[in-house]
């Protein structure tokens, strides 16, 4: 078993990086996934907050002042910006929904919560989960203690074999597959993305046995080659996905502004959806009441001084973020050229990560070893993945590096693996020769 399966194992993970980085500050960290702070413009945003409570006082028909005194008070549980952000998926991802089908949340983190909350309530109910996948989720899984069951993701075809085998596995074991949390888009921490037919499938299945999905999306609209793929929203016919969003990379994390989006029919029940929408609602207003209303009139205001849309917004961290891959994998060619046989790399077509395969275990050892003699830090994969199979491979995240941080980064990290192969290598022969 995986050594991060507890809670506090995953509380650990977190406070062991925050101590490593505190401890060296200089390092260069390939940790993390934080969005690049050269392009946030907050003077301007802060300033559009008072264009939506202007566009709220004529919607409401009530003075400018009146606006702003509502809009500072406690306010609807599912938020008051949802029109925008229906109209801002519509033109940037081409999602079709009604904006009483949004909930907008204190970050995607509430909306997932909500989400297990309502969907996992009995002991027998489990939710399915890439193995690797993101920590935020099986966090809050522990958190909550829900059991997780894990779907081997080292490649779309083994995800899709081992899909239904686990759903039918677990519905023979009595219990009850609830959820499946996926990022068909540029995945966290592999950097993978989901084939059409993939996605079909996935569909397909997960309607057969009753299985909401809950789409993640965080990384969609970072795209770097071939063309978008349609979320699975917008192919599900039959009301299985819960589409989970959020601002934090496309505006900036401190907006804590994410959202849920309920398909029109839940399980293609009209009712069933009332049903899971009420829920939702009521456990947000004890969870945390409403999600700010100030920031909502933020965001509000950039969305309507950019007609609803964020790709003026994302143009130029897209472009920073295609030269921090770019720069990253040649710099990944040029110190490893004599290790290719050894050691290798995906090159993601979007999102912040990369998955660096190496022939040896990388654990948090190494990452002190790296961090106090070469000064740089990276993150083993075994802290995303429920076992041991992904031990041997480390996430680079280039988000938020520049150009000479990931090429010196590489250099150093380099240093470390080669030294490490070295003495390996030595104790084969020694072992051999014995
Ligand atoms: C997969 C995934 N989901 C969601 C989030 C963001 O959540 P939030 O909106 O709560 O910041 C992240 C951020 O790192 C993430 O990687």
């Avoid at 406070?15 to 996934?33: K, M, Q, T, V």
């Avoid at 995607?108 to 489990?126: G, K, N, T």
């Avoid at 207003?285 to 849309?309: E, H, M, P, R, W």
């Avoid at 030294?419 to 290598?425: G, N, P």
Wanted: net charge negative; proline share 4%; aromatic share 10%.
């Amino acid at each position: 078993m995986n050594q991060f399966t507890s809670r506090e194992a995953e509380v650990d993970v977190m406070n062991f990086l925050n101590e490593i980085s505190y401890r060296y500050p200089e390092a260069i960290s390939f940790a993390s996934g934080r969005p690049t702070d050269k392009h946030f413009n907050i003077q301007r945003w802060l300033e559009s907050a008072a264009k939506f409570i202007e566009h709220f006082s004529v919607k409401q028909g009530i003075s400018y002042q009146r606006a702003e005194q509502l809009i500072s008070q406690y306010g609807k549980t599912n938020g008051v910006v949802n029109e925008l952000i229906a109209e801002q998926v519509r033109k940037d991802q081409g999602i079709n929904c009604c904006d009483k089908d949004i909930i907008i949340t204190n970050g995607c983190q509430e909306a997932m919560a909500l989400c297990l909350l309502s969907l996992c309530r009995e002991p027998d109910d489990v939710l399915l989960v890439c193995n690797p996948t993101y920590i935020g989720i099986t966090g809050l899984a522990d958190v909550l203690d829900i059991e997780v069951c894990s779907v081997d993701y080292h490649h779309e075809a083994q995800l899709l074999q081992t899909l239904g085998v686990k759903i039918e596995a677990l519905i023979a074991d009595k219990k009850r597959p609830r959820a499946f949390y996926l990022m068909p888009d540029f995945d966290n921490p592999s950097g993978l993305q989901l084939s059409l037919q993939a996605r079909q499938q996935i569909l397909e299945l997960c309607s057969k046995y009753d299985v909401a999905i809950l789409e993640d999306n965080p990384y969609g609209l970072f795209q770097y080659n071939g063309e978008p793929k349609p979320a699975l929203y917008q192919l599900d016919e039959s009301g299985c996905v819960i589409y989970l969003g959020t601002y934090a990379k496309t505006l900036c994390p401190a907006i804590r502004i994410g959202y849920l989006i309920l398909p029109p029919h839940f399980l293609g029940d009209v009712q069933r959806q009332q049903a899971l929408s009420d829920k939702l609602s009521s456990l947000k207003s004890y969870l945390s009441v409403n999600t700010s209303q100030i920031t909502q009139a933020i965001l509000g205001g950039v969305l309507l001084d950019n007609q609803c849309s964020v790709e003026s917004l994302v143009v130029q961290p897209r472009k920073t973020y295609l030269d921090n891959r770019d720069t990253l994998v040649a710099a990944l060619e040029r110190f490893f050229a004599d290790y290719r046989d050894q050691v290798s790399w995906n090159i993601p077509a979007g999102g912040f990560f990369l998955k660096l395969t190496l022939p040896f275990k990388f654990n948090s050892q190494d990452v002190a070893q790296c961090a106090q003699h070469h000064q740089v830090i990276c993150m083993p994969m075994s802290y995303f993945a429920q076992d041991n199979q992904f031990d041997n491979c480390v996430r680079l995240a280039f988000s938020n590096l520049d150009r000479d941080q990931i090429v010196l980064g590489v250099e150093r990290l380099s240093r470390y693996i080669i030294e490490k192969l070295a003495a390996q290598k030595l104790r084969i022969d020694r072992q051999e020769r014995a």
